[in-house]
């Protein structure tokens, strides 16, 4: 989040003032499909407590930084791809523990406020003081933000091994059924994104960019919510893992499936007019 911080700036965040409705159909999507869809699978799949806390928990979470690369490569809209990750994020201290509560809490106590609270702590705060680093030391961010990307994948890695680590037994004896829930959640999440927009007749570019923004987590941070506040259920932190690891596989397919076809500048005013 802090090397996120690092890469932002205003002009970012230009698109939710000069596009506002795409933002909002983006954002509604990504808060309406994910949940949604992770609390179906998890009633069909008949998955235990633990394993629905953190299916459900990755579907309420915003978009995370990795679908903005992928939408890059997808050919897509890079400008709506950030602009849904921005406002999501900071969204996400509001909607992650109220849908979370709604969807999970009657059969397991949510701390909302606590949520919000870590949110805001992990997510958040990191992101402005990336964003303070580059504004007040321009040099030194240059310098550093080319190894950001190498050290976040790193640190997540390390997430991934540590909390596989702890349940490879559980995985062992019920891991195939969390696995085919997180593969389809990502799937239906990307075909669902893309569907969404081409109903609403966008342009290719704004398409693409919501099949990966809708279909792409932040599941870091689930797998981090999940270990914080549903420590009685260590498994609720391993959808979040496998999220993790999957959706940047499929992420780049997708994008490589975009990419090969051809599609009409972003720029044309007849493909953007709508």
Not at 85 to 114: H, M, N, R, Y
């Amino acid at each position: 989040m802090f090397g996120m911080g690092l890469t932002i700036s205003l002009d970012d965040f230009k698109v939710v003032f000069s596009r506002p409705k795409d933002v909002v159909i983006g954002c509604a999507a990504q808060f309406t499909v994910m949940p949604a869809l992770a609390w179906a699978l998890a009633r069909i799949f008949g998955l235990d407590e633990a394993l629905t806390i953190g299916v459900v928990l990755v579907g309420c979470c915003p978009g995370g930084t990795a679908s903005n690369v992928m939408t890059y490569l997808a050919k897509g809209d890079l400008a709506l791809s950030v602009g849904m990750t921005g406002v999501s994020t900071i969204l996400a201290p509001f909607l992650t523990p109220a849908l979370t509560w709604l969807l999970a809490g009657k059969s397991v106590e949510v701390d909302t406020v606590g949520m919000f609270v870590d949110i805001l702590w992990v997510v958040i705060l990191p992101i402005c003081l990336g964003f303070a680093a580059k504004r007040f030391f321009p040099r030194a961010t240059e310098r550093v933000v080319r190894f950001m990307p190498t050290v976040s994948s790193v640190a997540i890695a390390a997430i991934i091994a540590l909390v596989m680590a702890a349940n490879a037994k559980r995985l062992a004896t019920g891991g195939f059924a969390v696995v085919l829930v997180v593969i389809l959640h990502n799937l239906c999440g990307l075909v669902l994104g893309y569907l969404i927009a081409a109903v609403l007749r966008l342009a290719e570019p704004k398409r693409r960019a919501l099949c990966i923004e809708v279909g792409m987590q932040n599941s870091g941070l689930a797998a981090s919510l999940a270990a914080t506040h549903f420590a009685a259920y260590p498994m609720a932190a391993i959808p979040g893992v496998i999220f993790s690891v999957w959706h940047n596989i499929s992420g780049a397919v997708v994008a490589r499936f975009f990419a090969k076809r051809d599609v009409m500048p972003i720029s044309n005013p007849e493909r953007n007019k709508q």
